[in-house]
């Protein structure tokens, strides 16, 4: 079965920086799309930047543009999340993604979820 780890998360105080892990098993799990989502409480679970692995090409949620950033290691099959500057609003439980579809900007494309790792941002 497929499998998608997520490690990384924690505590961490205001304009501090943390960098997340997806790894997905098997290696012969291929999908076409990667990415990270994440809920907080009370609300939807919302895509925060998601990767079209055939061409890299990424799609940044507003709120983490230019402080968050995406990147991938083909031979490992794992997929990063490095995010710089963090706020308070930016806790929340983070999830890893993949699609099989080349559609990678919205929610209802991705199907493989991981458990997902809590990202606190507190002082």
């Known amino acids: 079965q497929v499998k998608m780890v997520e490690s990384g998360g924690g505590l961490v105080q205001p304009g501090g920086s943390l960098r997340l892990s997806c790894a997905a098993s098997?290696?012969?799990?291929?999908?076409?799309?990667r990415g990270w989502f994440r809920q907080a409480p009370g609300k939807e679970r919302e895509l925060v930047v998601g990767?079209?692995?055939?061409?890299?090409?990424?799609y940044y949620a507003d709120s983490v543009k230019g402080r968050f950033i995406i990147s991938r290691d083909n031979a490992k099959n794992t997929v990063y999340l490095q995010m710089n500057s963090l706020k308070p609003e930016d806790t929340a439980v983070y999830y890893c993604?993949?699609?099989?579809?080349?559609?990678?900007?919205?929610?209802?494309?991705?199907?493989?979820w991981g458990q997902g790792t809590q990202v606190t941002v507190s002082s």
């Open positions: 990767i079209r692995w055939i061409d890299g090409m990424t």
């Open positions: 098997p290696l012969t799990f291929r999908p076409n799309t």
């Open positions: 993604a993949a699609g099989s579809t080349l559609n990678f900007t919205h929610k209802q494309y991705y199907e493989y």
